[in-house]
């Protein structure tokens, strides 16, 4: 296979500063917003290639970080954890909601309805003395 470029060689961590990174935490928000050609095109632009977001990430794009504890938590301190907040759950008015919007459900409702008004109604006395 070659010889490992020396990007794929871990680099170390040199501080706290987010300086010392190169790439702030704005910047990297920014790109995550980007999606397609537009995304790559903005790299290309500002960076010149994925490899040199890496570069200045100290990180390899094969390997990713290096098993250390001590950076992870600095590199918490400098960019925040990553993670996805939940999302809050669902009331239960939304959710009944919801499910009156289906279709069979709609259909049902309406049949229901129906069968209501027609458990009220009473014919007159000539229709039914008509039948007999």
Known sequence: M????????ALPYRGTDMSD???PLDDLKELMEVRGTEGIAEIEQKYGSVTEICKRLRTSPTVGL???????ELRRQVYGSNII?????KTFLQLVWEALQDTTLIILEIAAIISLGLSFYK????IQDKRE
């Open 21 to 23: 990174y190169g790439i």
């Open 66 to 72: 290096e098993n250390n504890p001590k950076e992870f």
């Open 123 to 126: 014919p007159s006395k000539d």
């Open 85 to 89: 907040p939940p999302k809050p759950p």
């Open 2 to 9: 070659g010889e490992p470029d020396e990007v794929d060689q």
